[in-house]
């Protein structure tokens, strides 16, 4: 595939936009520091990708511990709550993994140094690449930040440059793209439109160049708001950055593929390209997009169809193309299970006769059809389940029972052998849970598809069978973890067994993109409660990042925290994680649904009470296996059968079909929405900060959605809650939560 570049240069007279001391690493002004115990070098070193010098990290060797090499900015003055944009160049060799960092501070650094208590923590990690590539990151400051450091790193052996960083508070210097490589002239010319907003007598300049460096084409303007329309060439699918800089500084990015002329898309029956007999659809509904100009699209001539794989369709009625996005609707009665597709038949369109994409039509399934449906909702014979449970569970009834006794309804087990599985999950049948079984997992590094399908006939007929787990944070790195490893296991789950769906746990941002082909559910681990803690709300960033890398259409689930190993014995130095307090579990568990969390599977129910180093030297697993939250972590396990209790109340709210998001009060306060299928809405709310109450005036309804209000009830107390035009408030101490009811008509 090829790749281009949108870039914007220029120069800006009026003022110097960079918050960056030393952006190109010239006079010594950036802190070069060794954080582990790896063999590992720094140095500013000559020549840099512009000037004379760059920061250069060495990582040698990981026998004595971990690779942690960086380049740690000066202290920055920020505003909480304030959108950054960190941009710089980079190149690497051997093994190496980049990333970036940034933390804020809730007091001036001045005073205690690298003691001085923080608000985030927050990582990106980076492509490895032997070329200068631009690395960009967008991320907002959390309430109470008033300082910062930003950080290039390294992990791993092997080398980087870093070179020619800025950082910008983005305020009003947007750019907002309003045409996205569009054809403008058959068969490659294209536009890319947006427009630029600067304070005013600040100038720019747009440019498209390719990797080489060789520019494409180039506009250039002032401002304060203006339009900038640039016309390039490129294929289909052509990697695209539309970058908006100015005297060295990145203001804004778009990242985007060069869309195809035509584009079908399905509305409904998204969910692996099926119809299932217990939530079918009385029509399917989709749209025609052109990715073109009017002058360009306007002959075009199309017509839809539901026909037969093999099949030819009837005479179908044909449209003019009258505008980019053209809505259809097919019937859906009578149709016969079996291989179909919707054919869009072409005319006028150079090159391009039909565009068709694949619907299968799917006999009921026995004992049950657990699915996925257009709103991301778990389907249990067409009846929407917020599955909400344990990772760990083992097969003894008496040890798993106090999990169902608490509310919960889920559990997930390491194990993979099928018989073992087929038993467990008659163990959760007889205690009325869900199971998810990681069977899959061996067959990825080992693939054989017969006895995959072998495999998954002992247990895919179980009534308790609610999901498959295909692999627990997969590195593409890795031999036998990268994305087609995974992928061909997923085609043979979902073909042996349409009727589960298939889940996968990603813990780096960037991976959940990347396999995105491989699972139907997205989980996501972020365990902030540590020795030197991670802000929770780290949760809440996370659980954005990975709707917005699945496009919005496939479901997040969430892996909340409910370990510690400062209770391990034997550890060869300081826990890394520590065990949550009640309070802390809450508002973790709370901020991921206030972010819209389809599912919450918690690692873990089992714990471990001791590691052997000595075992570990001798390639054997250390840890120790001391008993379960009930027993070993009393105090945890409370706060988390409080919380069962919780999630059971709010079956209804959370699986409602429609959800909303929103921060309030500097964002210290999280919220979110649940609505959209009965008369009734919920508020979800959390106060993260673990020092300070809020008073909060939040929405009834989130913004865009009316309805007549006729009052609110908070579930936990069982207390009403005055509404006072469409507001509510609520005075949440540190680290707490709300669920309110509100009741509504006309939604």
Not at 144 to 156: E, F, K, T, W
Not at 202 to 227: F, H
Request: proline content about 7%; some cysteine; aromatic content about 10%.
């Amino acid at each position: 595939m090829k790749a281009l570049c949108l870039v914007a240069l220029g120069f800006m007279s009026a003022m110097n936009l960079n918050l960056l001391p030393d952006p190109s690493f010239e006079e010594g002004k950036w802190e070069l520091a060794t954080w582990d115990n790896g063999k590992s070098s720094h140095d500013f070193a000559s020549p840099g990708r512009t000037g004379e010098k760059c920061a250069h990290l060495v990582g040698i060797s990981a026998e004595t511990g971990p690779i942690n090499e960086l380049a740690v900015s000066p202290v920055l003055d920020v505003k909480a709550g304030e959108e950054y944009l960190f941009a710089i160049w980079y190149k690497s060799s051997g093994e190496v993994r980049p990333y970036l960092s940034f933390i804020t501070y809730r007091e001036s650094f001045a005073t205690q140094g690298w003691k001085t208590p923080q608000v985030q923590y927050e990582s990106h990690s980076l492509e490895p690449s032997e070329e200068w590539q631009l690395a960009l990151w967008r991320f907002r400051t959390d309430a109470g930040s008033v300082q910062m450091r930003v950080m290039a790193r390294l992990n791993g052996r092997g080398e980087v440059w870093y070179d020619d960083a800025s950082l910008v508070a983005m305020g009003a210097w947007r750019m907002r793209p309003l045409v996205r490589g569009d054809v403008s002239k058959l068969p490659r010319k294209r536009l890319y439109e947006a427009e630029v907003m600067v304070p005013a007598g600040q100038a720019w300049t747009l440019t498209i160049k390719k990797p080489t460096g060789r520019e494409l084409s180039r506009v250039q303007g002032e401002g304060s708001q203006a339009l900038a329309r640039v016309r390039f060439s490129a294929d289909e699918g052509d990697k695209l950055l539309a970058l908006l800089s100015s005297d060295g500084a990145v203001l804004d990015y778009q990242e985007f593929l060069a869309p195809p002329l035509l584009e079908l898309k399905l509305d409904s029956c998204r969910y692996r390209n099926s119809i299932y007999a217990s939530a079918a659809p009385r029509e399917l509904t989709g749209e025609l997009v052109a990715h073109a100009t009017a002058e360009v699209y306007g002959g075009f001539k199309y017509s839809v169809a539901l026909v037969p794989s093999e099949g030819s369709p009837d005479a179908a009625k044909e449209q003019s193309m009258t505008r980019p996005s053209q809505r259809f609707s097919l019937s859906l009665q009578g149709l016969k299970p079996g291989e179909w597709r919707v054919l869009v038949r072409l005319k006028g369109v150079p090159g391009v006769e039909k565009l068709e994409t694949p619907l299968r039509v799917l006999p009921p399934g026995k004992p049950h059809e657990v699915i996925l449906d257009d709103f991301n909702r778990l389907l249990v014979d067409g009846k929407p389940l917020f599955p909400a449970g344990f990772y760990g569970a083992p097969d003894k009834e008496e040890l798993t029972r106090p999990i169902a006794e608490a509310g919960y309804n889920t559990v997930l087990t390491y194990n993979t052998n099928p018989q073992w599985c087929r038993n467990w999950l008659d163990m959760c049948e007889r205690l009325g849970l869900w199971g998810i079984l990681h069977l899959p997992r061996p067959f990825v590094a080992d693939f054989d598809e017969a006895k995959l399908r072998e495999a998954l006939r002992v247990v895919k007929d179980h009534p308790a069978l609610l999901a498959y787990y295909i692999f627990d944070e997969p590195s593409p790195g890795v031999e036998h973890q990268r994305p087609e490893d995974l992928k061909r296991v997923y085609d043979v789950l979902k073909d042996e067994d349409p009727y589960h769906p298939v889940t996968i746990c990603i813990n780096v941002p960037t991976n959940e993109a990347l396999y995105l082909d491989c699972y139907d559910v997205v989980m996501i681990d972020v365990y902030p409660v540590r020795l030197r803690p991670d802000p929770l709300t780290t949760i809440a960033h996370r659980m954005d990042h990975a709707w917005a890398a699945t496009g919005g259409r496939k479901p997040v689930w969430f892996i909340p925290q409910t370990f510690g190993y400062d209770i391990v014995q034997g550890l060869e130095g300081d826990p890394r994680w520590v065990t949550p307090t009640p309070a802390q579990e809450r508002v973790m568990q709370y901020l991921s649904l206030a972010h819209g969390a389809r599912g919450s599977i918690a690692y873990c129910y089992h714990v471990y009470t001791a590691y052997d180093a000595e075992a570990k030297k001798a390639g054997k697993w250390p840890w120790k296996l001391g008993g379960y939250l009930p027993d070993q972590q009393k105090t945890l396990w409370s706060a988390l059968v409080d919380l069962g209790r919780e999630y059971k109340a709010l079956q209804e709210a959370l699986t409602q079909p429609r959800r909303a998001t929103a921060a309030f009060e500097e964002d210290r306060v999280h919220v979110g929405w649940y609505y959209g299928a009965s008369g009734k809405a919920w508020l979800l709310a959390v106060n993260a900060d673990e020092e300070e109450s809020v008073r909060a005036m939040i929405p009834a309804l989130p913004e865009g959605v009316t309805g007549n209000i006729r009052g609110a009830r908070d579930i936990t107390s069982d207390k009403d809650i005055v509404v006072r035009g469409g507001q509510l408030t609520l005075d949440l101490p540190p680290l707490s939560t709300a669920a309110i009811e509100v009741a509504v008509s006309g939604l």
